[in-house]
C-alpha cells in the first residue's frame, strides 16, 4: 500500500458517548499499521440539573492524544480527522465561546420539544422532507429545546465532531453524513431545509455550512501546529457521523448484506444508493442517513449496550458487579427467557436505575420477579442480550421487506462485535450468517476517507469516492493491523 503524501502518518480520532480514542495509521515496510495511542473516558455530567458533555474535558483528552501522536510520528503527520456520536452540538456566542456546556441527547428536555415540533409540522411532513427518522433526540428537537429555553436564537452551533475540528483550527461546517442526523437536511440533498428552520421558528442564519465528506477544512493552528509532526497538518472531515464511517469500513459488494454498528447504540439497517421514504418505511420509523460517497444508511435505531451498560453501574454500586467475561460465561448456560424486553421503551433510553426498570418492565407484564441475589445478575444480562438480538432480528425483518433485498448476510462492526454470545444469538434470531468486522470499523472508515481525500479521488459534486473508500478499507482491513 503507497500513502498519499510522502509517507506521512494519519490521525483519526473517534469521539464515543462512553470512551473516545485517537489512532496513528504508518507505514512501517510498505505495510500500514493502527496503533491507538491513546484512549480516555466519556459520560455525561449533570450540571444544573440537566445532562451535559464536559466538553473541555473531551478536547484535553483530544489534544493529550494528538501530542502523544506527534512523539511517536517524526516522520510527519499529513492529516486528522475527527468523528463521533451525532445529534449533540455546541452552541456559541459572537465571541466564539461556549453558550453553556453541550447537553446530551439523553437529557428528558427534548420529549416536550419533539411534541410541540410536531404541532408545528407534521410528522408525515416532517418524514417526506428529511427522510429521518422521529427520535427525541434528533437535533432538531434539541434545537427547539434551546429555543423555548431562552438560548439566543443567533447562537451558532456546530455537532460535536466538528466543533473539536474547528477548535483544531477548521472551518466551521457541517460535514454531510453528520448533517443528515439532525433531521433539518432536504431529502436528497445536501442543503438544508428552510421549510423545517420556518416551520419551527429556526434561525437558518444559525447553522453552518453543509461541506461533503472528505473535505479539507483547513490546517491545524494553535500551540499543537508548533510541533515538528505537525507543520502542515490538514484538517480533514471524515465521515463525522462514525456509525457512517464504521459502514465506510465494510468490504461488501452486492444487495444481499446488511450491518449492525454495535456500541451504546445499535444501528441496524443496510447500504442504498438512494433514500427510502415508503409509506412502509415511514410507518416503521426508519432514517435515511448520508453515508460516504453519498450513499444512503438506511437504518433504524435500536437502544444498544448502553442498558447492559447502565445495569452494570448500578450493580458495581452494590460490589455486586461481575467481570464482563464472567457474566457472558454464566449467560452462555442459562435458557431463552420466556418474555423479551422492549429495549426501546422510552423509560430505557434515560439514565438511571436501569435494572428496576426492567423488573417494572417485566411486572407490568405480567412476569414474575427475576431471582434475587447473585443469580439475578446473570439473568438479567441473558435478558438484555436475547432480548437484543431478537430486536435485531425484528428490524433486518423490515429492512428487508421494505427494500425488497433478500439479506443473507449481516455485517457487525463496532465495540459490540467483540461480544461473541451476543453474535451466536444474533445469528440464532436473524437466521443469517454473521460476519464479524473490526471493532475499530470507525476508525479504518475514517482513515481511508481521508486516503481518499488526500489522493483527490472524488466525485462530482464533491466529497470522496465510495468505491475509493471501500477500496482503502479493504487494504486496510487485510494488513496486519496492530491496536495498542
Not at 196 to 217: D, H, K, N, Q, Y
Not at 258 to 286: E, H, K
Not at 356 to 383: C, D, H, V, Y
Request: net charge negative.
Amino acid at each position: 500500500m503507497e500513502f498519499p503524501t510522502e509517507q506521512k502518518a494519519l490521525v483519526a480520532v473517534d469521539l464515543g458517548a462512553q470512551s473516545c480514542r485517537v489512532s496513528l495509521l504508518r507505514l512501517t515496510k510498505g505495510v500500514p499499521k493502527i496503533q491507538v495511542v491513546h484512549r480516555f473516558p466519556n459520560a455525561p455530567i449533570v450540571v444544573g440539573g440537566s445532562l451535559r458533555w464536559d466538553i473541555k474535558e473531551i478536547f484535553e483528552g483530544v489534544k493529550e492524544g494528538l501530542r502523544l501522536c506527534a512523539a511517536a510520528a517524526t516522520e510527519g503527520i499529513a492529516s486528522i480527522g475527527i468523528d463521533g456520536w451525532g445529534v449533540d452540538y455546541a452552541r456559541m456566542g459572537e465571541d466564539g465561546e461556549l453558550v453553556g456546556e453541550p447537553f446530551c441527547h439523553r437529557d428528558e428536555r427534548t420529549q416536550a420539544a419533539m411534541e410541540e415540533v410536531l404541532r408545528r409540522i407534521s410528522a408525515d411532513r416532517l418524514y417526506a422532507l428529511t427522510g429521518i427518522q422521529l427520535l427525541s433526540l434528533n437535533t432538531l428537537f434539541q434545537l427547539y429545546a434551546d429555543y423555548e429555553a431562552g438560548i439566543p436564537a443567533k447562537a451558532k452551533w456546530l455537532n460535536l465532531p466538528e466543533y473539536m475540528t474547528h477548535l483544531l483550527g477548521g472551518a466551521p461546517v457541517s460535514e454531510f453524513t453528520n448533517a443528515t442526523h439532525t433531521q433539518l437536511v432536504s431529502l436528497g440533498t445536501q442543503k438544508w431545509c428552510d421549510e423545517v428552520f420556518r416551520e419551527t421558528g429556526l434561525t437558518r442564519e444559525a447553522a453552518p455550512e453543509i461541506v461533503p465528506t472528505g473535505t479539507c477544512v483547513g490546517k491545524l493552528t494553535g500551540e499543537l501546529s508548533k510541533l515538528a509532526a505537525f507543520r502542515d497538518t490538514k484538517l480533514i472531515v471524515p465521515a463525522c457521523h462514525d456509525t457512517a464511517s464504521a459502514i465506510a469500513a465494510i468490504p461488501a459488494t452486492g444487495e444481499d448484506w446488511a450491518f449492525i454498528s454495535s456500541g451504546t447504540w445499535s444501528l441496524v439497517g443496510t447500504v442504498l444508493r438512494a433514500p427510502c421514504v415508503t409509506d412502509q418505511a415511514r410507518a416503521m420509523n426508519f432514517t435515511n442517513l448520508g453515508g460516504a460517497g453519498g450513499s444512503i444508511c438506511f437504518l433504524k435505531n435500536v437502544n444498544g449496550l448502553w442498558i447492559l451498560r447502565q445495569c452494570l453501574d448500578e450493580w458495581e454500586k452494590t460490589g455486586q458487579a461481575l467481570p464482563v467475561e464472567e457474566l457472558l460465561r454464566q449467560c452462555e448456560q442459562l435458557p431463552a427467557p420466556a418474555v423479551f424486553l422492549d429495549v426501546d421503551a422510552a423509560e430505557l433510553l434515560v439514565p438511571g436505575a436501569m435494572p428496576e426498570k426492567i423488573k417494572a418492565q417485566l411486572t407490568a407484564r405480567g412476569q414474575r420477579p427475576l431471582s434475587a441475589g447473585g443469580e439475578e445478575i446473570p439473568q438479567m444480562a441473558n435478558l438484555i442480550f436475547h432480548s437484543l438480538a431478537k430486536r435485531y432480528a425484528e428490524v433486518l425483518g423490515s429492512v428487508a421487506k421494505i427494500t425488497g433485498k433478500r439479506l443473507k448476510r449481516v455485517f457487525i462492526v463496532g465495540g459490540g462485535s467483540k461480544n461473541e454470545f451476543l453474535n451466536r444469538l444474533t445469528a440464532k434470531y436473524t437466521g443469517l450468517e454473521v460476519i464479524t468486522g473490526s471493532s475499530e470499523a470507525t476508525t479504518i472508515g475514517n482513515f481511508a476517507i481521508q486516503i481518499a481525500a488526500l489522493r483527490g479521488e472524488a466525485i462530482d459534486g464533491g466529497g470522496v469516492s465510495a468505491e475509493a473508500v471501500a477500496r482503502h478499507a479493504e487494504e486496510l482491513s487485510g494488513q496486519a493491523l496492530t491496536f495498542s
